[in-house]
C-alpha cells in the first residue's frame, strides 16, 4: 500500500482542495511575516520559477522563448508526438525536422511510447516520463531533456524502481525542483533536485508525504502540507475539513524550511503566484480576496461583487498578468454548475467565462501561455454526447477575445 502513497497524496490534494463549506470572518485570518530572502550560499544561478500549470500535477504543456510545447496522443492512442505552436507565425508542426517522417518509431525525435509531461527552463526543454509497460517493452521513469528544437535529446536521470517522484515541478535554469518518494522502510518523502548538466539528484529536505509543491516566491520553494485537526494540530485522517493547511518556504540552496502561515481547510482556497499568495473565502455568502505580498507580508483586500450559494466553492484558481481566474462550483443561485470567472484586480472588472464543453458543460482549460495570448485546451466531439468525444486540441486565443468569451475563427 505504501508503494502508491505518493499518488494518493496527489489525488488527495485534488480533493482536499474542492471542499470548501465554512465561512471565514474578517477576525480570523491568519497573518503572514514575510519571507526572508534566499541564501546566497552555494544558491543556484538563475530565478527560480514554478514550471507547472497548476499545483497539483505535472504539465503536457509549456511555454519557452520562441512558442509552446505540448503533447498529444496519436488517433489510436499506441503513442504520443511533440508538437509546437511558434509565438511568431502561430504555425502548429510536429516538432520534427524530417520532412518524411510518419512520426511513429523511434527514428523520430517526436515520438514517444508513453505520453511525457513537459517543463521548459535554462533554454531547455525538461520532459518527464513515468513508469511505461506494454507487452513488448518496460521502461523505468525517467527524465530527459532536448533543445528547443527538438534535436539533442538525452536521458539525463533515471529512476531507480523504489523511486516515484509526483506533483508539480519549479525549475532555476540549471537545476529542477520536485518531489521525490523512496520506499525504504519509513523514509518520508523529499524535495528532490535535480542538476539538468550532470545529472546528479540529491535531496534538499525531507518532508510529509502530505506535502504539495504549490509554487515558487521571492527566491523560495513554496510548499503545502495538510493534515492536523485545526484547533489541537494532531492529525485528524476522518476529518478533512478540519484539517490544516500549513504553508511553508523552502531554500533551494541550502533546504532551511521556514513556516510562512498556515489556515483551516475549509475556510481559504489559495494559490501561490507573482511573489504573492492569493486566498479566496467566502464571507457571509460573498466572495473576498486577500493578496499578501511575501516579500513584505502586507495585505491587499479586494471584494468581487460574486455570491457563493452554500457549500460553494472555488477551485483551479491561476494568475495571468493582473487576472485572477478561478472556476466557482454552486455560484449563483446554487445551480450546481461550474462557471469560470475572471476578476481584474487592477479595475475590479468581474466576468464570466463561457467558453465550455458542449457536453459536460465545464469551462475549457488554460493550458498556458503564448507571450500575451492563452493556449486552451478545447475538446472535439463527432456528436453531442461523451461517446463522441474525439480529442483535445490546443487552440491559440488572444486575452480579448477570451475574456470576451470568444474563440478565434
Known amino acids: ?10 489525488a488527495a490534494c485534488l480533493l482536499l482542495t474542492g471542499c470548501g463549506e465554512k465561512a471565514l470572518s ?73 520532412p518524411s ?31 511505461y509497460q506494454s507487452e513488448t517493452e518496460s521502461l523505468p521513469a525517467h527524465i530527459d531533456v532536448m533543445e528547443p528544437d527538438g534535436s539533442g535529446r538525452r536521458t539525463v536521470y533515471t529512476f531507480a524502481a523504489n523511486q516515484e517522484f509526483g506533483g508539480s515541478i519549479a525549475g532555476d535554469g540549471e537545476n529542477i525542483y520536485f518531489l521525490l518518494a523512496t520506499f525504504e522502510g519509513d523514509s518520508p518523502m523529499s524535495i528532490a533536485r535535480l542538476n539538468l548538466s550532470d545529472g ?30 485545526s484547533d489541537t494540530g494532531a492529525a485528524s ?49 460573498k466572495l473576498h480576496l486577500t493578496v499578501r505580498d511575501l516579500a513584505s507580508g502586507s495585505d491587499s483586500e479586494y471584494d468581487p461583487d460574486l455570491s457563493v450559494a452554500e457549500g460553494g466553492y472555488v477551485m483551479s484558481p491561476s494568475w495571468h498578468d493582473g487576472i485572477l481566474l478561478f472556476d466557482l462550483y454552486g455560484g449563483p443561485g446554487g445551480d450546481g454548475n461550474v462557471h469560470r470567472w475572471a476578476y481584474t484586480l487592477g479595475t475590479g472588472e468581474l466576468r464570466e467565462i463561457t467558453l465550455c464543453d458542449p457536453v459536460r458543460g465545464y469551462p475549457f482549460q488554460v493550458a498556458g501561455s ?39 475563427q
Not at 525531507?206 to 527566491?219: E, H, I, Q, R
Open 1 to 10: 500500500m505504501k508503494k502508491h502513497i505518493l499518488s494518493i497524496c496527489l
Open 26 to 98: 474578517a477576525s480570523s485570518a491568519p497573518s503572514a511575516p514575510s519571507l526572508p530572502a534566499a541564501s546566497a550560499d552555494g544558491a543556484p544561478a538563475g530565478r527560480l520559477t514554478f514550471l507547472s500549470d497548476n499545483p497539483d500535477g505535472f504539465s503536457r504543456g509549456t511555454e519557452g522563448e520562441q512558442g509552446f510545447y505540448y503533447v498529444v496522443e496519436s488517433d489510436d492512442y499506441s503513442h504520443a508526438n511533440l508538437r509546437f505552436i511558434d509565438k511568431a507565425s502561430g504555425q502548429d508542426i510536429v516538432l520534427c525536422s524530417s
Open 101 to 131: 517522417c510518419t512520426h511513429d518509431t523511434d527514428a523520430c525525435p517526436a515520438y514517444f511510447p508513453a505520453t511525457p509531461s513537459l517543463a521548459y527552463t535554462g533554454g531547455r526543454l525538461v520532459l518527464l516520463f513515468g513508469s
Open 200 to 229: 546528479s539528484l540529491s535531496d534538499l529536505c525531507k518532508v510529509d508525504n502530505s506535502t504539495f509543491l504549490v509554487g515558487a516566491a521571492c527566491g523560495k520553494l513554496m510548499v503545502k502540507t495538510i493534515g492536523g485537526d
Open 237 to 285: 485522517p476522518d476529518d478533512f475539513y478540519r484539517q490544516k493547511h500549513i504553508l511553508k518556504a523552502v531554500d533551494p540552496a541550502t533546504g532551511e524550511i521556514t513556516p510562512v502561515l498556515d489556515w483551516v481547510q475549509d475556510e481559504y482556497w489559495a494559490l501561490v503566484a507573482d511573489d504573492s499568495l492569493f486566498l479566496l473565502s467566502s464571507r457571509e455568502g
Open 370 to 408: 503564448l507571450g500575451d495570448k492563452l493556449v486552451l485546451q478545447v475538446p472535439r466531439y463527432s456528436g453531442s454526447d461523451l461517446y463522441s468525444f474525439e480529442r483535445y486540441e490546443y487552440v491559440v486565443c488572444s486575452r480579448e477575445d477570451y475574456l470576451a468569451s470568444r474563440l478565434p
